[in-house]
Each structure stands twice: as structure tokens, then as C-alpha cells.
């Protein structure tokens, strides 16, 4: 479908237009509900202990506190324009706020374990499409000049929500209890729902456009495909969530599931690229500007995820740092994003958007290699001093990226493209942080491997280590044989921990390699200069 109407369809008449909203109050009335869902992603891991005190369970059974989440929104984020298309895109926002809330609240007065996880689902479900929504209303109320302000609102919800959500939930758990972290959206949703209610509008021209194919629709419905889509990125996230945790591949619940999700994404496009209505409309992806952002912003948030968890656990584990210290550390990126998007979202229209995200692949490869110096000795201001052109790097690339890969989506599209952009984003983000953390632990395998034949008794480099380490024992009142016994016991902790080192060293770098690698699709982004409609797959 290349026009607000396919063949076969008479085109519908566009009543005519409300007087506008402030564009702005339409924008804060929608972003509360994208920096909820952005949040709620990642603050309750910081509250596991406590969940797992209150509700009698394992910390390996509180994950499926956060891993039921994250499945429901994987299999909603998709299926946004497919429901927007059916009962409006304002109706399915504000019906997913009212999910999101309602689960929020029922979550914090939930007292056991597979309640909690219901109701988390339950709020998955409606955070799932909030995003998407957020980003086809955000594009279509802004004139096509401020498109890269608009992004660079939704991007701080989307970039800064995981990033202060273990902040403000660990200060939530400290200082109140932990049925808080999901009390907390209830009176914000209800400010967010009374709002959008009030000022945001649907446009006329794809509330026209959405009803003249929402019969069509009701008759071809695309149960097939909502069904493959269901199992396939369902089993998909479960084996991102819980594959490091199992062992992978050698456990065979995540070896089933991750061939029934292969098998069943690959029967999804061939059904979707087919199908006279899709549910998904993967043809989006024959666009190749729309392809090469979608995809360099997955990288990204690949890259994002997996720094973010990477380097708090750095700093506690290696550095010292209270969690609190290393929360407080990170928080200068996600200020400095505060301050930049918003003059990246203003050089858009002046600057070539493809420099600008070469720009910040190259400073993020910069920062990666800066990281990748790391040693035992690094300092706070060292941290922090990185995490600043991290920052920087990240907010000249979301910005342009979301601008550009939606540049050639027609306006009545809109909703199937922000929903497949918000999916691979999340999925990307998902795939980082499992691969990331299980080369942790298997790089750190690895270097002390490789450094135990240098400890060998007969190396004369050793000898006088040892020789030092007994007579620290000794003075300590140990006689021979336990200070023989603890010196080799502290040796082995000293070359366990350089492992460490090294292993997050690696990966820091491994982190800016492979987003260098995707620095050739810059050349494809290209904004086009009467942003055509591409050929959207309905078969009429």
C-alpha cells in the first residue's frame, strides 16, 4: 500500500480538522507513559533481596518477575499498529495505560510469587505499546523541520528510563518498601490518562485512513500470524532472559526453545510477507533507510544495555564502590543526555544526520577503548570523566537514527513501523546484555587459565611474592603451615581477580568493535528529500 488508501478501498473522506493542541502538552502527556514503561524494565532488579524475603522465593524464581515482563512487552511492541488499525491508535494508548496501571498497582499488593509474576505480565502487556504509540503520535503532531525535536524528547524516556530505574528504585527500597516501586506509576499513570484524554487527538487523516482498513482487516485476520508471532518472540525472549542463568544450550528447556523460536520467526516473515493483512508488516523492512536505522539503533541499545550492566558490577566487584557509589556514577551520563538531545534534536535540520551518527558511533568506539584501559587503580572521576562522552555518544545517535529510519514511513504506517523499530530495540538490548554476561564469566575462565603456568613453584619471579605474603601470616601469628596454606589461598584471589580485569577490559573493547562494525550503514541513511511512501504489503 503505497497511499492513505489500498486498491480496492474507497478513499475515505477526511472530516474536517480540530483546532490543534499545543503540540507540547500533547508531548508531556504521552511521555509519562513511555518513562514509566522505560523505568519499570529495570527497577525491580535492585529489589530481588527483598522480594525474595517477602515472598518465600528463590532469587532464581524472583527473575521471572522481571523475565514475564519483558516476554509480554516483546510480544505486544509489534502487533501496535494491527491494534491501532482496529480501534484507534488513542483508544489503544490510553487502554494500555490503564493496563500498565492497573497492573502496577496490583503488583505492589500482590504477596506471593506467582501472583506477582501475573500481574507483571499484566503490566508488560500494557506497557508493550506505549512506546510505539508514543513515537507515531510524537511524529505525527510535529511539522516535518522539528521531527528531530520530537525525537529527542521520546529518546530521553526510551534512553533514560533503564538508566535511572535501579537509582530510584534502590532509594524507593531503602527508604520505604518495595510494593512502592510499582505504587509509584499509579498517580502519575492516572495525571498521564487524565491528559491524554483531554489533549491528545487522533489526526483526522488516519483515523480516516485506519477505519477504511479496519473492515478489510476484521476480514482477513491474521490469526496465523499472531500466533507464530506469540510462541516465536515469546520463546525468543525467554532464552535471552534466562539462557545465562541455565547454561544455554545444555540446558534442554532453552536448547527447545531456542529452535522453536527460530523455526517459528522464520514461519512469522514468510506468513507476514504473504499475508493479504499482516499483523507485523515486515515489508517495512524492503525500505532501506528504515532497515539500516532500525537496525544500527538495535546495536546501540545492545551496546547500551550491556555497558549499563557491565560497568556498575565493575565498580563494586573490582573498584570497591557501594552500590550506591556506583549508582551515583553513572547518573553524569545520563545528565549529560539530558542536556545534549535536545541540541542534537536542533542540529538535526543543519547537520547532516549522517554525520552526526558517525559521529557518535566513532566517540562511542572512543569510549569503549577508554574503558578498555580500566585497571584496579581507576578512580571515580576516571569513571565518570568516559561516561560523559558516552553520554555525548548516545545522544548523537538516538536522535537521528529514530528520526531517519521512520523518514519514508507513510504518516498511516506509521504505528506498524514505530512498533517493529521499538522491538528490535528491545530484543537488541535483551541479546546484549545475555551474550555480554555470559562472556563475563567465560573470558575470566579463561585468563586465569592462561596465567596459572606462570605460577608454578620453580618460577623465580613468584618466589619472592610467596616468600612475602608467609611472612605477612607469620607476623600475623600463624605458624608454617597455615601461612604456607593462606599465601597460596591469597594468590589465588589476586590472579582470580586480575582475570576479572582483564575479562571486563575485553569486553569493553569487544563493545566498541562491534559497534564500528555497523558504521558502513551510516551511507544508507539518507533523509529523502520528498520522503516517498514505500510499497506496504496489502494484498487486495
Request: aromatic share 10%; hydrophobic share 55%; glycine share 8%.
Amino acid at each position: 500500500m503505497t497511499t492513505a488508501h489500498a486498491e480496492g478501498i474507497a478513499a475515505p473522506t477526511v472530516p474536517s480538522q480540530r483546532k490543534p493542541v499545543n503540540k507540547w502538552l500533547v508531548t508531556v502527556s504521552i511521555t509519562f507513559g513511555t518513562l514509566m514503561g522505560a523505568i519499570d524494565a529495570s527497577i525491580v532488579n535492585v529489589a530481588v533481596p527483598h522480594l525474595s524475603g517477602s515472598l518465600g522465593a528463590t532469587v532464581e524464581q524472583i527473575t521471572w518477575v522481571a523475565t514475564g515482563f519483558v516476554m509480554a512487552t516483546v510480544m505486544v511492541m509489534p502487533m501496535t499498529g494491527f491494534l491501532a488499525r482496529l480501534f484507534g491508535q488513542k483508544r489503544v494508548y490510553m487502554t494500555s495505560l490503564v493496563l500498565f496501571v492497573a497492573g502496577s498497582a496490583l503488583c505492589g499488593m500482590a504477596r506471593t510469587l506467582p501472583l506477582l509474576v501475573l500481574f507483571r505480565i499484566l503490566q508488560g502487556f500494557g506497557a508493550g505499546a506505549l512506546q510505539p504509540t508514543e513515537q507515531a503520535i510524537l511524529r505525527q503532531t510535529f511539522p516535518l523541520e522539528e521531527q528531530g525535536m520530537a525525537m529527542a524528547v521520546f529518546g530521553m524516556a526510551v534512553v533514560l528510563g533503564p538508566a535511572f530505574g535501579p537509582t530510584l528504585g534502590g532509594y524507593i527500597v531503602d527508604n520505604y518498601s518495595w510494593p512502592w516501586i510499582f505504587y509509584i506509576n499509579v498517580p502519575i499513570g492516572c495525571v498521564s490518562l487524565l491528559m491524554v484524554s483531554r489533549f491528545v487527538h487522533e489526526p483526522e487523516d488516519i483515523k480516516a485512513a485506519n477505519h477504511a482498513l479496519a473492515e478489510h482487516q476484521k476480514k482477513n485476520m491474521d490469526w496465523w500470524g499472531i500466533g507464530l508471532m506469540v510462541i516465536g518472540l515469546g520463546s525468543l525472549q525467554y532464552v535471552l532472559e534466562e539462557g545465562n542463568r541455565n547454561d544455554w544450550f545444555q540446558d534442554p528447556i532453552i536448547a527447545t526453545l531456542g529452535f522453536l523460536s527460530i523455526l517459528m520467526i522464520v514461519l512469522l516473515i514468510v506468513r507476514e510477507l504473504s499475508a493479504p493483512m499482516p499483523a507485523a508488516d515486515f515489508a517495512l523492512f524492503k525500505d532501506p533507510v528504515f532497515a539500516s536505522g532500525t537496525l544500527i539503533g538495535a546495536v546501540m541499545f545492545a551496546q547500551l544495555m550491556s555497558i549499563t550492566f557491565l560497568l556498575p558490577l565493575f565498580m563494586q566487584t573490582m573498584l570497591g564502590f557501594s552500590a550506591t557509589q556506583a549508582g551515583l556514577a553513572m547518573m553524569p551520563r545520563s545528565l549529560i543526555m539530558l542536556v545534549v538531545m535536545p541540541i542534537v534534536g536542533r542540529l538535526f535540520n543543519v547537520v547532516s544526520p549522517r554525520l552526526i551518527v558517525a559521529f557518535g558511533i566513532i566517540l562511542f568506539c572512543y569510549s569503549a577503548w577508554l574503558m578498555a584501559h580500566y585497571t584496579l587503580a581507576t578512580t571515580a572521576r576516571g569513571v565518570v570523566m568516559v561516561l560523559l562522552i558516552q553520554g555525548v555518544a548516545f545522544s548523537c545517535l538516538f536522535i537521528p537514527l529514530t528520526t531517519l529510519a521512520l523518514s519514508s514511513i507513510p504518516r498511516q504506517r506509521m504505528t506498524d513501523a514505530t512498533g517493529l523499530n521499538s522491538l528490535l530495540r528491545q530484543v537488541g538490548g535483551s541479546a546484549g546484555l545475555a551474550i555480554f554476561a555470559t562472556m563475563l564469566s567465560r573470558f575470566s575462565t579463561q585468563a586465569r587459565g592462561s596465567m596459572l603456568p606462570n605460577l608454578a613453584p620453580g618460577n623465580p619471579m613468584l618466589s619472592p611474592e610467596l616468600s612475602g605474603m608467609k611472612m605477612l601470616f607469620v607476623r600475623h601469628g600463624l605458624d608454617a603451615v597455615a601461612s604456607e596454606s593462606g599465601s597460596m589461598r591469597l594468590l589465588d584471589f589476586i590472579v582470580r581477580r586480575q582475570a576479572t580485569v582483564l575479562s571486563f577490559e575485553k569486553l569493553f573493547l569487544i563493545a566498541g568493535i562491534s559497534f564500528a562494525a555497523v558504521l558502513p550503514l551510516v551511507f544508507l541513511l539518507r533523509m529523502p528529500k520528498s520522503a516517498p511512501k514505500i510499497d506496504v504489503h496489502v494484498e487486495m
